[in-house]
Every structure is written in C-alpha cells, then in structure tokens.
C-alpha cells in the first residue's frame, strides 16, 4: 500500500507547488512600458507613435469639413457633411468626430515619452532631440484643440487614468502658455534638419514655426515676429517659384523646400499599394462621370479615383482672386489638360482644382502629403505681426513676398486696415483647403461675417450663425463621463 | 430453482407495496397471509441478496428509534416491534430462528443498530441491514439453503426460460410468478438469467408474471407442451425513476433524490442516433433554465449557450464545459468528442452546485461524462448513419423581372435612364426568376457517420473495464464547398489494482477537418457580391462559359467575383488535432476514505489556410493576376492537475461526505500566422509562404498563458434522509486578474427537506400519489473570470505602419492597454429555491425552480472620458439582474406491456436587466452591421444587448402632407425622417423625444434580444418493436433585426430587393407603407424588427427493433431508424432562420443576421447493432 500512496503523492504533487509565483502573468506577447525605453531605437519608436495620430486627424475627412466647410470659402450639398457647415451641430451631434479623442490619444503618448525618454540611458542628443518632438506634436495636438474648443483639460504627466479622468477645463491663457513652453523647449533641442531616412520629422524650424503662429493667435505681435524672422533666417526655407509646384504629386513635390512641416503619406502607385492614405482627392475632385472615367465631361485618361466633389469653393472664394494671379487655375478646377469642363457644380462656380487632386491615387487612396506648415505661412505671420505693430512697410515687404510668387504686381503703401483685408484675403486664396481658414477667422473675429458673406452658397449656415459657434460645442457624452467639464456657451 | 417455499415472516411487510419492493411482494403473494409459510423457502441466498441490493434503491426511512421492554421474548416477537417501530422489515427463513434464545431487553429510544447489537449478542445469527430492511440468516450458511430440492416428475412438462435486458444482458433476480388454478408458484432468475418451473400441466396456458426492480413488469402466457420443456426468451425494459438516476455535481456525484442543488440532467439515450456533429446542437430546448442557440448553420458550428440568462456584459455569457473531468472553459473540445460516446449530460445551474467550480461557474458548469465500460458484458457495437441535409428556409426575393422593373424605377427616380429599357427583352434571356443565387450555391448535401464501439470488463481486485470507440463522420454543408469531417476514436479504461487502488484514463483523440464558406452570406457591407443581394438578372456566367463578373448595380457598374465563382475557386479550411486525455489514480485508504489523483491534458493543433487563386474572375477582368495566400496555426496545451480526498461515513442516522481538494490548471496558446500575396503560381498556395516577395509577406506570432489555482471543498450531511445540508467553498486564484486581486473565494449553502419522508407524509394517503416531495433552498457566490488574459496590465501596442519617414513606413509604439491595478473577480449571488416532486412511484415527475441571481463588480468595459486618451477601459463596475422559473415534468402516460407513452415537457422563463453600467447611462453597441447602423446597446433597466431603434410610421404619402408637418412647430411633430427622405414614398418614424428631428435621442428600447419563454416538449411512443420519438423546441418574446434588410427592404438600387418591395410606394401605389425606391436610410426601424419566436420540431425519429428477429445468437440488438433534426419551423422570421447570431457567442450582441450561414433540415436513416 505504501506504494500506491507514494505514486498518488507523486501524481498529486507534480505540479500543485509554487502557487503565487505561478499566477503571476510574464506576457511575452507585447511589452509593458516599464520594460521598454531602454535603448535609443526603442525610444524612437515610441516617439514614431506619436506622429501616428497625424493621420488620423489631418487624413479624416471630418477635419475637413470642420476647419474649411462652413466658412466663406467653401461649401457642399452633401447630405452627411452638412451639419458643420450649417451650424445645427450641438453636444448631442458636436459633428467634430473623433478628433477630441484623437489629439488626446496623441497627448497621452506624447507624455508618456516625454516622461518616460526624458529618463532613458540613451545618448543625450538623441534623448533631447526625442523629446523635442514629442514636445512640439503634443504642442501641436493642444493648438488644434484649443482652436476647436477654446478652454480645454491640460495634462502632461503620465496618465493617472484616475485623476485625469476628473480633470476640468484649463483656461485657454494657460494652455497656450503650455504649448509655448513646449514649443520653445522643441526649438531648443531639434535639428535644423535630418537624413533623408527621417525626412518628415519636426525640425527646428517646424517648432519655431509653429511657435511664430502661436504668438500670433496670441497678439503677441512683437514674439510672433521674432520668432517668424528666426526661422527666415536659419536660410532653410524658400518659396518654390510655381504655386503648382507646391501640390504636384508627379513633380515631387513632397517635403520641398517651402515645406516645414507636413503629415506624411504614402501609396506606392507603381504596385498599387496602399501604405497610408487618405480621401481628399475624392472630396474634392470634380463629380465623375457615372460609369466613365470622365469627370465634369473631360476624359482624365487612366484616371480612376472616385470624384464625390463633396467639398466646393464659394462664389466668394472665386471672387477673391485678382486677375492673373497664378494661384487661380491650381486651387480652383475649370478643366484638364486644356480641356474645359463642361458641367458645373453650380451657375459661375468651378470645382476645387489640381491643388487637390492626386492623379496617382486609386479609388479613394491618396498619398498626398498633407501641409501643417509652409514657409508662406511664416511670411504672412511677419506680414501680419508687422502690420498690427503698425509697421506698414515691413508688412507689405513680407506681404509682397508670396504675391511675386503668384505673379502679382507688388501692393504699394497702404493703411492698416487695408492692408489687414489684403493679408487677410491673402491666407483665404493661399491656404484654401489647408485647414486653416476657421482658425484665423476666429481669431480675427470674423467668422460670423464670413459665414453670412457666403448666404447665396451655404444659406442655412449663414441663418444659423452665431458668435458662440466660434467654438464647438463639448461632447455631451464627454460632460456625463466627466462632470467637471463644463460646457462651451451657447450649447 | 423454485421459491417453493418462502422464507419469512415480519412485521410490517404487509406495507411494502412500493413497487421496488415487488421481489418481496411476489414472495408473499404466496402467503396470503403473513406467518403462515411454515415450509422452508429453498433459495440461494445470494440471489436473495441481489434482490434486496435491488430493493434498497429509492428507500423509505423510518424513524430508527426503538423503545423495547422485552422479558425472554422470542426472536420472531422482537423482530415484529422493532419492524412496527421503525419500518424496517426482517427478512429470514423461519428455521434459521430455531435454536436461537430468548431475549430480554430494555431500551428506550435507542439507536436500531444498538439494539440489533444487543439482540444478536449470543445468537448463532448473523444479520445485515439494507435500507429498510433486516436479513438475518445464519452465521454459516446451511446446507439446506444452497441445495435444490424438486421432485420432478418428467411425465409433466416444463418452462424455463432466460430473462434480458433491452441491450440482451441476462438479469439476475428476476422473480417470476406462475399461477395455477389453486396457488401461485415462484422462481427466481439466476446469474445467467436463467429460470425453470417444472412438474406443470401438459398443454396448459400459464400467465408468468416476471418482476425486477428498476424493470418495467411484463407477463407473458406460455402454452406448455407435451411431456418436454418449453423455452423462452423474455426482455425487461428499464423502468425510468428519475429520483435514482445518478447526477454528477462536480468532483462527485449524487443520487437525484439526495442533491440539494438545482442540476438539469439530459438523456442522452433519446438524442442517440440523432445527425448531429456536436451534443450541443442536441441540448436546444432539452434542459429548463438553459437556452441554446446555435449562432450559425456551418457544419461543426458552436452554439451559445445562456444558463438562466446572461449576466456579464464584457466578460463571456457561456458557461464551462468539464469534460470527464477536464475543465474545458470555452466548449473549444466540443467538435472532437462523439456525440455517442457521451453517457450523460449534467448542467449545473445553481449556485449550491456550481460553487464547486468557484470562479468560473457563474455562467452554468456543463458536465460531460462518457461512457464506461461495464463489468460482465462484452459488446461490439456498430451503428451508421446516412442521409441528406437540405436549406430549410429561404428569404423571398425578388424575380428578375420584379427586380428589373424597381431597379428602372430607381434609376428613373435618380434621374438616370432606365437599366433595363426593354424587361421583356431581359427575362426573355434569362427567365422570369432569372438567377436564383441562393439555389445556385446551395445544395442537398449528404450527412454520413459511423460508429464501431467495443466495451465490456471484469470485476473483482484485479479487474477492468473498458470502452473503445471510432468515429468518422462527414457532414457536407449545404452552401456548395463546405463540410465538417471528423476522425475519431476514444479508450476508456479502468484496472483495478487490488481492492484499494484502482487507476483509469479516459482518451480521445480526434482530427477535423472543415471547409468554410468564404462567399458573402448576406451582410451590409458585402452587398456587392453577396448571394442574397445580387441582382437575379446577373448571369452566372457569360455566354463564353467563364463567370460572368459585371455587375450593373455596383454604383455606376463594376466588376465582381460572383458567389459561384467564390464558393467553387477559394480554399478556406481549417484542421485541428485534439487530445483530451485524464489519466487517474484512485486509493482507498481506509473505508470511506477515497484519494483520487488526476492528470488531464488538452492539446489542439489548429491550421487554418486560406488561398484566393490567381484566375478569379475579377482578377482576370483587373489584369492583376496574382494569387494570395495565409496560414494561420493555432497550438493549445492545457494541463489541469487534480487532488481530492473523499470521505463517506454514516452515524446512526446521519450521514457526512466531506470533499476537500485542490486543482491546479494551466493553458497555453500560442499562435504563427504567415501569408503572402502577388503569388505566380497556383501550385505552391499556402504551402510555400517563402516564395513570396519580402514586401507581400505578412507574419505575426502571439503566446497566451493562464493560470487557475484552486482549493476546494464540500460537506454534504444529511439526517434521516430528511434534511440536508451542503455547504460548499471553492478558492480560486486566476493569474489573468491584478497582483494582489488574483484570489477569490466563492462560498455557497443548501439545504433541503424532503417532506415525503416525514412521518406524517408517509402515513397520509397523499403517498399513494406523491412518492416523493423535497423542498431546496441554495444561496451561494459564484465567479466569472471569463475575460482575455494580461487585461490587468499596461502594455506598448505596436504597430509597424505607424508613420512614414523618409518615404518609408516606420514601426511605432503607443500606449496599449490601460493597466487596472485593481482588476479581478466578477461576482454572482444567487437564490433558488425548488420543488421536486415525485408521482406513482416514480412514473412522473416534476421539478420547479425559482431564481434570483444578482452580479456586481462585473467586468465592465466603461466608457471613461476620453481626455484621458482612452474611450474605455475594464473595470469591475456594474450590476445585472437575473431571474425566473424553470419547470419539468417528464412522466410515462401510458404504460402497457405493448404500448408505453412518454412524454415530457420544460419551461423556463427569464427576466434580465442591467442595473448599472457606469457614468453613461446608455452605450451604443455596435452589431456589425455598418454604416453607422446601430441596433442594441447597453441601458439601465433593460435586458443586456436589447434592441433599440425607432418606430417606424411608415411613409409619406404626399408632399402637401409632408409641408403640413414640417410647418408645425419642434413639439407638436409627430413624424420625422431622415433629411433627404422627407419625400413621398419615404418612411417616417415617430419623433421619440419631440426634438423635430431624427437622430440618436430618437433611439429607445424596442424589445429584448433574449426569449423570456423558452423550452421544449417531446414525446416518446413505443409501440412493440417500434418506437416513435419526437421533440419541439420552443423560446417566445424575444425579437431581432433582420440586418439584411436595410438593404434589401429599403429599395436600395444597390442590391436585389426582398418580394414585399413589390409593393412599395410608388406614384401608381400611393397608399402603400412599404418605402419607395431609394430609400435606404441606415435607420434601425421597428419595421425591420421581427419576432423571433420560434416552434421547431428539433427532432424525431422512428425506429424498428429487429432484436431476436436475425441472426439471434450473433446480434444481442438490432435497431433501424429513420431520423431527422429541424424538420420543421414555425416562425414569423423572414430571414433564413432566427436562430442565428452573427455576434457569435458576444456577450452584448445577442440577436443579429447580418448574413450567417443558414440551418439545415437533415434526414437521415441508418441502423445500429450490438454484437
């Protein structure tokens, strides 16, 4: 018997043994973060994570038609992009999308490498130039929301799901003055440049950039000048003689040398790949013909991506441009290859033109690089910065800059306020559809003026205004998580 | 040998009436009166044993106190007060008592076996105790009762005959009553089943009447003959009596009449020779309290199972299945194990008896037990199973020329010319139906299956048993290219070692092989090439022979691969190898004491490959001829380690089990997927990932590991076989919760009173029709941990197309999963309470059951403010309510010799609600459906994954009616729409919350996803030879939507439409409230909200018992049979079936057909033999 009681404590012990030790989980699948940042590729890595987001903001259609669609320079008739554009959006349907939670993604990387890389045993320059980025896309990712929402909850230590879960509001002061210290810390520690195996990442420019912009939402005119003109004079930067040039997919026209800092995509046409895309050729290309590959009449060749037109230029839009400026026939579409269209969105009005278009996409996939920042940008912050200190002559130096590129003639002196319409119809043709026409209205004030300019092509919208709009309204679903958070007035 | 003379004399024997009791009752039918046998009963007492062992089973108890003030009485008169006393009858042969003394005594509510103690002291006797009674013989046997005595008379003729069981095992025991004109004779079968009578009348009719307990009594007239022996072969069929069935309750097992807990046992008897590949398909309707339905009608297809409703929101609703011990939490075992093998089927539901299994438990526990063999019997058995399956329910769609006719319609609404200018000229082509794409990839498919078992054993110290089996079966699915193969074979085998120890191993190991449909069933997002959506005036193929690819109603037109051309070119398979094996030791140290040992292990070996060739049609028509290829391997190993001590003792009237244990349980997965496309050769497929070029290549690997580690423990005491009490505790740590949160400990009670034993139940009338009657009360804590592992920790997600630098893409890390430092259990309390009752000893019975079960700390995925950078996050939060009645009666209507009648019947009811879900008081679910169409979600005070939506209003049927009410103000509208369906022809719906405006607010509750009532009923006839068996499966209250329809039913341009879009409104048919062409709005509207209620006759079969009718020294038992399952269906579903969920077992998404692979009606016949 002995035996068999020997066997069954053999067979009973075989594994019961060691209880806690074997409870506790060794994941081997992925890796937590207390395990990772210990070497200079794993930082890098994480810091990529972080430019991830930029996709998935600027490539989303809803960024569209919350920065372009309901101002003075574009419309639509499509019936799921109308709620931006005639202001019937509230905090059951902020019509915002994702990009509250997007560029808090963003953030929550962001601080989490800050903390984190700041500590890690790797070569110093690396780490401070890591940081340095991780800096500027958080202060990046805190500009848009700020211009979206105004007061918005500012963190940036590592996530304490906890505490930040009961965050309320940051006063706009606050935040930008947060965005201002990231953005002078990034300037300190990026490069000038990089390899051409990192083209794409934030630079010193970019920062500065972005920091000159900053300032001036903040009217911190003389700031804003001083900064714009430091990244003048780092001679890294130039206009590319042709306006064309700038969005031509087929002239490599990615990271030029009037870019600063741009979303990066990518589709390979040679193999039809698609790596990272978005859909702004289709939004904004010319209705296609049903069942041709012709579009608005004119036959595109081997042209097959799909033209929705969902996004449209005003009359208005048309309007501002003077004669013989260059910029016309690229930002807006009158035809193809010398072939004029031969149908119209609506009596007078164009389409939205080449600027847009990426004859290498594929149905819907373009991997046309997105701008956040060009060097234009930069002139016309000096532009304004100067002509509110009241430096005329400095202003229409800058100002006239970026109409020689457009063969313009040069503008002679002008007063303050003229000179405030010019430059401020100078961003409107420069940047339409760049995702920047709201924010400066709103900063300017003029955002309700605009929308109700533009009455004949968006009437509901220009009924419906109102100042309060200059802000989107707080998801509602984002107040009941969270009853600190307060609601913007209005909604 | 005869039962001339019988043997005894009691005092209340006249009470013994139960029908257990017949051995004892024949016997004394002989008497007349009691005592008055003076003659010697000559009979084995081994048989006599036997007998008594029989009637022991389903005992009555008496009060076992005894007052005896007895001055030299006599044995006999001691014996008659001790029996009036306590109910125990005295069984002996009057002349042992001879030689015996006197006996004084005096005791005062003494305990029984004291006082025998007492009396036997001295005595030349021994005796023994057997339930309810008393068998006294002599301390060695006398001679006189081994011998036969008989004075045979070889003038006269004889009977004698061999008594069997249905399966042709010879009975031992079987008293057989013969009457004659004057007196009733007896025999008594022996080891062989053999009996005899001699010295009767030549040419006489005598009436035997053959009585075993447990066996359906049967008589039988035999004409004796002239001077010789006249044979025969009589069969006994068990009699079902429930209360002695034997309930498995997890880590042991229980006699029905002793459980305290609330456990469903399934016959698998009745669900044998059924087509079906998996018993879970069989278990639909079968158990009150469990809802099974399966989530799709591919071959091999899992179901999902809810025990008493679903509780857990994030984490899983199915309960575990333990098979032959080994813990099988997700059922993934289910396609490997032959549903003939399995002996029973046990479902624990309460938490009395789910405690045992703590932590996982709260979802139900599935026991699994498969067959042994049995000691004495030597079985070769063969069954095979042949048939056809067939698509048992379609949607109607529209013909070609309907369909011709809307989509000109459409096209003229869209202010586009008409596809189809001249319809005539199109069915003249292709017919009025035009392409049926349904039948086109659908199928009879054949069902086949056999079965070769091999069992038997011998007792004794050094015995064994053993049960092997092989099973190859192959179910073709009837959408063309899909089947389910199984190759299978098991050995089960127990050896003694000596009387103490004895050890097994139970083993299966399987292979499976499937093909899986890689054709668009039906859902939203595949509406282009899907079989239910095609347009039916697309050819198959073109006048050339090859598949015709365009089709005119993709947008503006495309190209496809068409469902033909899909089902016959792709190659979508799985194969998976299995193992389940538990080897044990089992010692018995000291009586009553049992250690058992056990070493289970599960390996799965998964391969799923996937290759798309080079030559599709829409390959062809793109110029990209490239195939694509993946493989998918899946290796699970899971070990599961098991300690128990047993202990049984009995003081007097009380009796103790004591269960403590210990189970240690690990399982791993890991996972290699690798796969390739731009292939140039359709040779290599899946077979040679590395000829692909670097950039089409795709891999990923993944490892999984758990940890369960548990202690546990039962105590179940009982007092007079009138109150019992269980108590169970189960501590379980789980290494997939938070450091420090991993261990919890799931304690739970029961007591139960079985009122029938009481004195003043057993002495009323009422017994003569309620042989028993308990009452149950459990109230426990079980756990669910049924949640995916390393959720407790923060991780780095990867993700190697993160960005792109310099013109490539980079790999990128961002934070992965939130960690939760104080994630762990989920808990469920429940109360039940039921009644069991017993009727006409045993020949009905009926089961209710109360519940009320309340989780909190639910796993919950809470949706947090997205500030943080996360939209949610797994908590424990939230609480849900369960309750509801489940109820059973099963009962033989008709009994007769030739004729019996089964029936049986359960319903259960079951109300659920969630009660918390954190800050938001409402989530959105998505049920997959797309663009943006949402149909359940989470509220409080609804039912989990309810249906929600609007009501729809139908249409608008003018413009001017439309103006009317867009011109009222915000409050007073009644009706809205979508902005561009404020049309005529456009369908409306009610302005829910009064904004003026259609959108989420509207949203409200509709209707549950899950059936409120729910059961099944059956019947079994056997009439002769031949028996009749059927079974109804029923569930009511609950509705879904039928997702295809927000397409089909919408008039969508973009797919073919359902018939009823026949009468859509149109200007020719204004008043019509079906929505006109175009109007497809992605809004969840009652109207495509359908019952869900079914009436399904699940199964039924006739078979034809040719036992003795062939070959009868060969063939113990023949059967033939004719079987079907799903033959019919009363539903008001338009869909193919509503018992489908394209959620799968989800947990939130409950009731969807987004397109699922319908169920089949199969029909089978075949036969089995035992050998």
Redesign the interface.
Known sequence: MKVYLFMFLLLGGILTGGCEKALEEDAKTFIAPDNFFTNGEQCTQAVNGIYGSLHAIYGAPEFWRIVDLGTDLSYTEDANNLVPQEYTFGSGNTGTGGVWSTAYTAIKNANMVVARVSQAPIDEQLRGRLVGEAKFLRALYYFILTNFWGDVPLWTDELDVNAISQLARTPLTEVRAQIIRDLSEAAEALPMSYGANDVGRATKGAALALLAKVYLYNEDWTRAQQTALQVVQSGQYSLLSNYADVFDVRNRFKNNAESIFEVQFLRDAATSTNIKTHQQASYYMPARDPGKSTYAGVDFGSYVIDGWSVCRPTLKLVEMFEPNDQRRDIVLGYGYNGQPFTKWPRLDHPWFGPKFWDLDANAQASGKNLYVLRYVDVLLILAEAYNEEGNTPESIKWLNEVRKRAQLNELANQSQEGLREEIMKERGIEFAGEFQRRWDLVRWGKLVEAVKSVADDNPIGAANIKPFHNYYPISAEEIIKNPNLTQNTGY | MNVKDLLFCTGRSCHISRSQMYAIYASNLLQRRRCLCQNLLVMKLTTLFIVLTMVQVNAKSFAQKVTLSEKNSSLESIFDKISTQTGYDFLFIRKTLQKTTPVSIEVKNADLKEVLQKIFDGQPLQYSMEDQSIVVTRKELSPLLSGVTTSSTQQRSSIKGTVVDTAGKPLEGVIIQLNESQSARSAVTDGQGLFRFDDLQNNTTYKLNFRLIGYIPHSEEVLTNQGTTRSVRISLRLQQTTLDEVVLIGYGTSKRKDLTGSVSTISTEKLENLPATRIDQMLQGRAAGVYVKSTNGAPGSPTTIRVRGSRSISATNEPIYVIDGIVDPSGTNLNSINPADIESIDILKDASTTAIYGSRAANGVVLVTTKKGKVGRNDVRFSTNQGMSQLAKRPEMMNAREFAEFINEARIFGK?PALYPNVDSVTNIIGEEGTDWVDAVTRNAPFSSYDLSASGGTGGDRGYTYYLSGNVLNQQGIIENTDFERYQGRLNFTKN??S??NLGLNLNISRENKKLSSMNLGSNTGWSSSYVFLAPTIPIYKPDGTYETFNPIW???GHIDNPVAIVNKITNKQRANNIIGNFY?E?E?ISGLK?K???GINFINQRADYYSPSDMPSKIYNK?MYGSASSDVYNTSS?I?E?TANYTRSFGNHHLDFLLG?S?Q?RDIDRLYASGARLTNDITQYNNLGITEQ?NRGIAS????N?I?SFLGRINYDYENRYYFTFTGRRD????FA?GK?WGFFPSGAVKWRISNESFFVNSKIRNAISDLSLRISYGLSGNQGIA??Q????????S??????????????????GNDGLTWETTSQLDAGLDFEFFNGRANFTADYYRMVSKDLLLTV?????????S?IVNLGKSLNEGFDFSVNGDVIRNDNFTWNALINVSTNRQEVTDIG???RVSLDAGIGYGVLTSYLEKGVPIGANYGVEYAGTWKSQEEIDAELSKPNGERMWVS???LYRPGGPRYVDYNRDGAL???DYHYLAPANPKLFGGFGSTFTYKRATLDFFFQFSQGHKMFNAMEFFAGMGSSLTNQYKYMVDRWSVNNPSSDIPAVESRDNIPGDRLLHDASILRLKSAQLSYNLKGLLLKKTIKDMKVFVSGTNLFLLTKYNGFDPEVNSGGSSSTIIATDNGNYPNSRTVTFGLNMTF
């Open positions: 586009q070692l000596s103490k120890v947008y503006t037109g030791l010692y140290p250690l040992s056990s070493l990209v070990l380690n300690n210990t240690y690990t950039e993944n490892l999984d590991e940890t580690i740590g789980a290494s997939n450091a991993k592992n390393y407790s920790l923060a991780s780095l997600s990867a993700n197309n993160a960005y792109i630098f310099g013109g490539t893409q980079v790999l990128g890390y961002t934070q992965g999963n939130v949706q947090i403010p997205s500030q943080t950078g996360y939209g996050r800050p938001l008081s979508t902005a561009n959108n989420a607010m």
